[in-house]
Nanobody, 131 residues
């Protein structure tokens, strides 16, 4: 079991930056693959970024590639989403998620881009980008 607590977010102007944090309880956080998703009003939850448990492999939605960066500090049990060059269309509630990869993922290469792949979710944090 792992519990995820998010922080960060808020209101920022177009072109600005924000960093979201997701802290996790549990001693095995370093073995969890992590992801970030977002959901705008009236829209389905969509994938934003993902990281394998080692951080060796990452993936991004095309809409955020080159602007957002997912990173993790396993010593601090925390994963981050650095968001730069924010646009009004980035406005949404952002959620972090965690899952245990297969036991065969010795090298920490597996990441997941679908919400159904994740078992644990943070409480969500609002990001609003004004034009």
């Amino acid at each position: 079991q792992v519990q995820l607590v998010q922080s960060g977010g808020g209101l920022v102007q177009t072109g600005g930056s924000l960093r979201l944090s997701c802290g996790a309880s549990g001693r095995t956080f370093s073995r969890y693959a992590m992801g970030w998703f977002r959901q705008a009003p009236g829209k389905e939850r969509e994938f934003v970024a993902a990281s394998s448990w080692s951080g060796r492999n990452t993936a991004y939605a095309d809409s955020v590639k080159g602007r957002f960066t997912i990173s993790r500090d396993n010593a601090k049990n925390t994963v981050y989403l650095q968001m730069n060059s924010l646009k009004p269309e980035d406005t949404a509630a952002y959620y972090c998620a965690a899952r245990q990869p297969p036991s065969t993922d010795y090298s920490g290469t597996s990441y997941y881009t679908t919400s159904a792949s994740y078992a644990y979710w943070g409480q969500g944090t609002q990001v609003t980008v004004s034009s």
